[in-house]
Every structure is written in C-alpha cells, then in structure tokens.
C-alpha cells in the first residue's frame, strides 16, 4: 500500500507556473502508474496528467497538453506535476494518486490510493 502526501499548492497569477509534488511512502511506489486529479468547486473530480511506473510513458488532458508536466523520481518515491501558463479555471484542489496498474491509464477506477489534496488557486 502506498500513503500519499501532496504539496506546493498555493496563489499563482494567470499565466504562471507552480510545481506540486507528491511524497509516496510505502514499498510499492515504483511498481505503481500514477496520476494528477483535480476537482473544482460544485464540479467532478477530473483527470489531469498520468505517468507509468517507469516514468516513459505520460498522457494529458487535452487542455494542459504542452502546459503541464508530470514526471516522477522512483529513488524519491515523489511524482510532480509541472504546472505552466496556468489559467484561472484551473483553480482547484489537486489530487495525487497512486493506480494498481503499473501502465499509464486516465481512469480514476483504476486508482485505489488518493492523497488529501493541495489548492491551487489561479488568479486572473
């Protein structure tokens, strides 16, 4: 099983960057595909950004494709997400998250360990 700590959330204008991070902790972490979820206020929790357990293999939401990138750090068992040109309907709370699967994958069905989540408030 594998914990999740996110942080490096906070005010960011529109058009600036901000990187999150997310500390795993637990013995799975490089066997496991992980992802970025987000979740605005009165909407659904929405997928972001997901990465393969090697690193090699990435998939974007349409909207942040060249804007946004994930990456991640096995040895620091620590997955970022690179946030850039942020806009102000990208505010919310970002979600990391840990699959059972070791492959890329953009549903939140296939996540079965979330962190508590960091505010990313964009202003315009």
């Known amino acids: 099983q594998v914990q999740l700590v996110e942080s490096g959330g906070g005010l960011v204008q529109a058009g600036g960057s901000l990187r999150l991070s997310c500390a795993a902790s637990g013995r799975t972490f490089s066997t496991v595909a992980m992802g970025w979820f987000r979740q605005a206020p009165g909407k659904e929790r929405e997928f972001v950004a997901g990465?393969?357990?090697?690193?090699?293999?990435?998939v974007y939401k349409d909207s942040v494709k060249g804007r946004f990138t994930i990456s991640r750090d096995n040895a620091k068992t620590t997955v970022y997400l690179q946030m850039d040109s942020v806009k102000p309907e990208e505010t919310a709370v970002y979600y990391c998250?840990?699959?059972?699967?070791?492959?890329?994958?953009?549903?939140?069905?296939?996540?079965?360990?979330w962190g508590q989540g960091t505010q990313v408030t964009v202003s315009s």
């Open positions: 998250a840990a699959a059972r699967k070791s492959y890329v994958t953009t549903q939140a069905t296939d996540f079965d360990t």
């Open positions: 990465i393969s357990r090697s690193g090699f293999s990435t």
